[in-house]
């Protein structure tokens, strides 16, 4: 399921973020790329450890962990650090698929990427090019999105960012290991979950939206590993 999530940082929070990070020393990205996508990886990244890519990952990682949305989509078992890329002159990132596991140093432990996440942190027109191109079961989809805005999307998908040829694109990118690893498992769960909200504004607490609800919440109850 790919899901748009508005909002995750509103324009003043997108402004605080690129106040920290523009600034900072950002180095090549091929330094964080695997054997298979250095190949063909331009762009540039804030280094993982540095103090400023902690201090503004933090920042954004809370702000998608209060995000019913999120939240709904990928239902967080555990988040990987954000991290900040920029594409500019060309940048450009080819098709891949991104490593099952990941080594999270904060905890020292492996972490599965279930969910990929792409916050966008500069409007569209502020660049030409630097579509994120991801390729699932229905087909390809591209996806450029606001400043503040979030693309949630299987860590299972081909995807790709094109050149940039105008402008800089600045965006974050975190995985999300999910309680639920199935795609198609979460995107039953979501609807569910959206379904009973809406039938709950229409209908208030009725003993039937008490009863769906009571399925949701046994169904993550079979598929739940935590
Ligand atoms: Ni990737």
Known sequence: MMLHVPEVLSKAQVAQVRAWIDPAPWQE????AGPQA?????????????????QAGKFLA???AKHPLFVSAALPRHMLAPM??????GGHYGNHVDNA????GRIGSRVR?????????CEPDEYEGGELIVEDTYGTHEVKLGAGDAIVYPATSLHRVMPVTRGARVASFLWTQSMVRDD?????????DMTILRLRRQLGESADVVSLTSHYHNLLRQWAEL
């Open 101 to 104: 596991i990941q080594l999270d």
């Open 184 to 192: 198609w498992q979460r995107h039953m769960l979501f609807d569910l």
């Open 29 to 32: 990205g091929a330094a964080t």
């Open 38 to 54: 250095i190949l063909d990886k331009q762009n540039r990244q804030l280094p993982p450890d540095s103090e400023v890519a902690q």
């Open 113 to 121: 990427t279930d969910v990929s996440t792409t916050v966008f942190l």
């Open 84 to 89: 900040f890329n920029r594409y500019e002159g």
């Open 62 to 64: 809370d702000a998608l």
